[in-house]
């Protein structure tokens, strides 16, 4: 069984910095594409970040292209998505999602799904 | 960026009834779209890829179909466990993924 579990979420204030991380489990983890997808308070969802499977290839969406690094460590299986110079327009529930392909690009889906982990930012 | 209109916003609906959804890419993306699932609280579900593609586990109620531009879910009956909120997702042009607004299903 998939298990995409995240954690680090929490309160910040503006400017602050979180990292978050994705434990997974179930399946082989260096093969897939993975990404970071945010759900803002009664808002629709978000594409945020998106890494390959060696982590040589990365994409962010332009609002937090410079702040946000996402990382992944084939050894343990964790995925990572550290976020600095947080804005209150951050707030949301991250979710780390595995692809269902090895390379992210035309026809790939977001396959499975974690249940998010919350970042609020405010002062 | 690709946009995604999905319609309606929400909708009313008994169980046993026939519901659909639809979703409008602002370019052609051929068959490149994925449809999903959300509860409260909880991680989104892939139903459908590939516009018609029944993801494994999904029941044979969650049907998709469409190509360029237009695109439709339906659930033939609808059941205590559908209701939900419906998103679809281009996977056509990417970076990045862009989603539909979501579809509220409640019950009536």
């Known amino acids: 069984e998939v298990r995409l579990v995240e954690y680090g979420g929490g309160l910040v204030q503006p400017g602050g910095s979180l990292r978050l991380a994705c434990s997974a489990s179930?399946?082989?983890?260096?093969?897939?594409?993975l990404h970071w997808v945010r759900q803002a308070p009664g808002k629709g969802l978000e594409h945020v970040s998106t890494?390959?499977?060696?982590?040589?290839?990365?994409y962010y969406e332009d609002s937090v292209k410079g702040r946000f690094t996402i990382s992944r460590d084939n050894s343990k299986n964790i995925l990572y998505l550290q976020m600095s110079s947080l804005r209150v327009e951050d707030t949301a529930v991250y979710h780390c999602?595995?692809?269902?392909?090895?390379?992210?690009?035309?026809?790939?889906?977001?396959?499975?799904w974690g249940r998010g982990t919350r970042v609020i930012v405010s002062s | 960026d690709i946009q995604m209109t999905q319609s309606p916003s929400s909708v009313s609906a008994s169980v046993g009834d026939r519901v659909t959804i639809t979703c409008r890419a602002s370019?052609?993306?051929?068959?490149?779209l994925a449809w999903y699932q959300q509860k409260p609280g909880k991680a989104p579900n892939l139903l459908i890829y590939?516009?018609?593609s029944l993801q494994s586990g999904v029941p044979s109620r969650f049907s998709g179909s469409g190509s360029g531009t237009d695109f439709t879910l339906t659930i033939s009956s609808l059941q205590p466990e559908d209701f939900a909120t419906y998103y679809c997702q281009q996977a056509d042009s990417f970076p990045p993924w862009t989603f539909g607004q979501g579809t509220k299903v409640d019950i009536k």
């Open positions: 179930g399946f082989t983890f260096s093969v897939f594409a």
């Open positions: 370019q052609d993306i051929s068959g490149w």
């Open positions: 590939a516009a018609s």
């Open positions: 999602v595995k692809d269902g392909y090895a390379v992210a690009g035309t026809g790939s889906y977001l396959e499975y």
């Open positions: 890494i390959s499977t060696n982590g040589n290839s990365t």
